[in-house]
């Protein structure tokens, strides 16, 4: 089995967000960037299919060279080789194009993404990348065992779960749950050597439209000082609840 | 060249976000100068939708879509622009329109914004204001294609009335065994307890709950308000509570009217996943915790002894507001 995991380049978690050049850029100036956290779980996942399963494990992304710590921490923690198509991701519709190249020049059988990149949260490249490559897809996909060609995958649904049943060729859409987050890996000295000598292929992107385009950013605005009540007079609190923020 | 919009319906019942999208997409059509067709599956009461604005239900009757199912619904749904050269989509946030959505916008070549917060800025451009950076953010975001999708995100336009009347019509999409190649083997959903997605009232405990087994107030508190419960992310790394209820940044958003957070100090991906919601209450006993700083009521003091008597109070104020 040929794994794909497409990785996303984002501000780690704890990153404060602020924009530039007009509030026209997001400010990238002092911020880490990380994994992004759903394709981590999916890269999580996909290591465990190569070791019990013997499949072969490639990452892509889209992104320019700023990009490549992201993706030599995704060999270090075990993919066997990384592909960057050399572009900036205008918008959700652009990369699913990029990648859909990639996953036809390299005969996938199955693509794992994330739910959604936690910086513009489109959640929308896995269901696209499968729309555009005729593949089958799973969206919040919190757990997947592969059987030969058949897949059984869990969705997680507002208020629950659903089991699925389908068959490769398959696009998942991943996220906590596929695997735990004890699960997850820091990359050892041994895995960040082998690193350096896997194989980066950098390739050109592929002509495709821009569909949608940020504007303009801004921030929310800031907040007013908390109202405190004190423990001893929680009635105030219903009060405030009921008669100022009418909420109750 | 009506303005499209998918009502979602759960065993027949329209969700209440149907009505909120249905709200959001007669704002469109108003813009637009244009009327707005709703697309219904194995809804019951279709006409019911022209309180909200809409003056034409394309209604989808099948067996087969009994169960949801994200190809085979997007495919409808595409028919369905088509046959009313529809340019605007209006869809909700729920797990399952995020499913269809990219489905449905990757099949038709349109742009498609999700997490949108509020009417459009301008139809020409068309530009809409959508939460990014995990809430932490927005963006104004112009879609440039010919057709468009937005995602409206829950509680963020409200439910608005506009009466009109509604026509109802059959429609029939012609689907194909492609559109079935992932199958539904079984739904596992809570039933009897508020959804996160759909609540107006979340109450959430983090680690200073101790552990899982003083979860019973969060759960009665919960119960007094008709509100679902939730809990932090160590919470459910420890597996205290199920992955389900986790919200933060890489857990579920939260945007319910009232947050209340009980003995979670607010970390930074934990206060972006929530501050869509729009009143916000912290009980925690370190009068340091960042959550203070987000919130607009707080109570410093033991978790154990303020939640007991808040509940008592509510169930008084429930009593006498009954």
Redesign the interface.
């Known amino acids: 089995m040929k794994i794909l995991v497409c990785i996303s380049n984002v501000?780690d978690?704890?990153s404060?967000?602020n924009?530039t050049e007009g509030d026209t850029k997001?400010d990238t100036n002092g911020v880490q960037f990380v994994i992004n956290?759903?394709d981590e779980f999916g890269l999580t996942r996909a290591m465990w299919f190569k070791e019990k399963q013997g499949a072969t494990v490639h990452v892509a992304t889209v992104g320019g060279a700023q990009t490549e710590p992201t993706i030599r921490k995704a060999l270090a923690i075990g993919a066997d080789e990384a592909i960057r198509v050399n572009a900036e991701p205008k918008?959700?519709?652009f990369v699913?194009k990029q990648l859909a190249e990639v996953v036809k020049n390299g005969g996938y059988d199955l693509v794992i993404a994330g739910r959604e990149s936690?910086?513009?949260?489109?959640?929308?490249?896995?269901?696209?990348l499968?729309?555009?490559l005729?593949m089958?897809?799973?969206?919040?996909c919190?757990g997947l065992e592969i059987d030969g060609t058949q897949a059984?995958a869990l969705?997680?649904?507002?208020?629950?779960?659903?089991?699925?049943?389908?068959?490769l060729p398959l696009v998942i859409g991943g996220?906590?749950?596929l695997v735990?987050?004890?699960d997850l890996r820091i990359p050892n000295m041994r895995g960040i050597m082998m690193a350096r000598q896997k194989a980066l292929n950098v390739v050109e992107p592929v002509d495709a439209?821009?569909?949608?385009?940020?504007?303009?950013?801004?921030?929310?605005a800031p907040?007013?000082a908390?109202?405190?009540?004190?423990?001893d007079n929680?009635?105030e609190?219903?009060d405030?609840?009921?008669n100022e923020?009418k909420?109750? | 060249m009506s303005v499209l919009v998918y009502t979602e319906s759960l065993k027949g019942k329209f969700k209440k976000n149907a009505f909120e999208v249905a709200s959001y997409a007669y704002k469109v059509a108003q813009d637009l100068g244009t009327t707005v067709t709703a697309v219904t599956f194995n809804a019951q009461d279709d006409a019911s939708l022209g309180t909200y604005g809409v003056s034409k239900v394309l209604k989808v009757t099948n067996d087969k879509l009994d169960t949801f199912n994200a190809k085979a619904y997007a495919d409808a749904l595409a028919q369905a622009a088509k046959a009313e050269g529809a340019k605007v989509i209006v869809l909700s946030s729920s797990a399952d329109t995020k499913f269809l959505a990219p489905i449905l916008a990757a099949k038709m070549d349109a742009g498609y914004v999700p997490n949108v917060v509020a009417a459009p800025d301008s139809t020409s451009p068309f530009v809409v204001k959508r939460t990014a950076f995990s809430n932490k953010g927005f963006a104004h975001t112009e879609i440039t294609s010919e057709i468009k999708v937005i995602g409206v995100s829950n509680n963020a336009y409200g439910v608005v009335e506009n009466s009109v009347s509604a026509a109802v019509e059959d429609f029939n999409p012609s689907l194909t065994d492609g559109d079935f190649a992932v199958k539904s083997v079984e739904v596992d959903r809570v039933t009897g307890k508020v959804t996160i997605a759909d609540a107006d009232i979340v109450v959430s405990g983090g680690r200073g709950l101790k552990g899982p087994e003083n979860w019973g107030m969060i759960e009665e508190l919960a119960q007094v308000l008709g509100a679902a419960t939730a809990c932090s992310k160590p919470v459910s790394d420890l597996g205290w509570r199920p992955h389900g209820e986790h919200v933060g940044q890489t857990g579920k958003p939260v945007a319910s009217n009232l947050y209340i957070a009980v003995g979670i100090s607010g970390a930074i991906q934990h206060l972006a996943g929530v501050s869509a919601s729009k009143v916000k209450v912290v009980i925690n006993n370190d009068p340091e915790a960042p959550f203070f700083k987000a919130a607009d009521y707080g109570i410093v003091g033991d978790a154990f002894e303020v939640v007991p008597k808040l509940i008592e109070k509510l169930k008084e104020f429930k009593a006498q507001n009954a």
Do not use: C, W
């Open positions: 501000p978690t704890t404060k967000i924009f997001f956290p759903n918008d959700g519709f699913a936690i910086d513009y949260n489109g959640g929308m490249v896995p269901g696209m499968a729309t555009l005729d089958n897809f799973v969206n919040t919190i059984t969705r997680e649904i507002d208020g629950g779960k659903e089991k699925l049943s389908t068959s996220q906590k749950g735990e987050e004890s439209p821009q569909l949608t385009k940020d504007e303009k950013f801004d921030k929310p907040k007013g908390v109202k405190l009540v004190s423990p929680v009635g609190l219903v405030l609840l009921h923020a909420v109750i």
